[in-house]
């Protein structure tokens, strides 16, 4: 078993313009998602991400409000 990280071992990372396709919201909003920490980046260089896994854990988080 080796100690290597893989590519499959890493969420993909979405830019803000491709989470505002999928979530169908747009770049304002996704911003103030982020400014009240209710959606998490990371950034790289001078770009902001957001990890697919935590888009998914915004969605579920989401879907727990309503239930």
Do not use: C, G, H
Request: net charge positive; proline share 1%; glycine share 0%.
């Amino acid at each position: 078993m080796s100690d290597t990280l893989q590519a499959q071992d890493y969420p993909s990372l979405l830019t803000i313009s491709e989470a505002t396709e999928q979530l169908r919201i747009s770049r304002w909003t996704i911003y103030q998602l982020i400014r009240t920490k209710e959606l998490r980046t990371l950034t790289i260089a001078s770009r902001r991400f957001i990890a697919s896994d935590d888009l998914a854990n915004f969605i579920n988080q989401r879907k727990e409000l309503v239930t």
